[in-house]
Nanobody, 126 residues
Framework: VQLQASGGGLVQTGGSLRLSCAASGETVSNYAMGWFRQAPGKDREFVAAISWSGLLPYYADSVKGRFTISRDNAENTVYLQMNNLKPEDTAVYYC????????????????????WGLGTLVTVSS
């Protein structure tokens, strides 16, 4: 499975961006999909994840109410709609896929995800 993230860019505080993660090589319709981010000098952190059905989303507390994860299995793509962006959201955002049944604990741990994209940079100016 190859994952290609796109949609990053420069946006002002309060603005919005929509990230996309397109999968190729194999269908990911049976995979949990997640978004992580890594800011300069910091560890990679969980942002959001979604079950294979798309019915169970999970969010980090820092993005709840502002970010929405969704997926289109027919298009083999997962999305992250980011609204009301803040400077602390600045990071490289990575999408990931894993063949596991997600729960609130597992989605936080990078070891459950077998495939990772290269990342897309999101910069939020103050």
């Amino acid at each position: 499975v190859q994952l290609q993230a796109s949609g990053g860019g420069l946006v002002q505080t309060g603005g919005s961006l929509r990230l996309s993660c397109a999968a190729s090589g194999e269908t990911v319709s049976n995979y949990a999909m997640g978004w992580f981010r890594q800011a300069p000098g910091k560890d990679r952190e969980f942002v959001a994840a979604i079950s294979w059905s798309g019915l169970l989303p999970y969010y980090a507390d820092s993005v709840k109410g502002r970010f929405t994860i969704s997926r289109d299995n027919a298009e083999n793509t997962v999305y992250l709609q980011m609204n009301n962006l803040k400077p602390e959201d600045t990071a490289v955002y990575y999408c990931a896929a894993g063949p596991f049944q997600p729960n609130a604990i597992m989605v936080l741990n990078t070891r459950w995800y077998d495939y990772w994209g290269l990342g897309t940079l999101v910069t939020v100016s103050s």
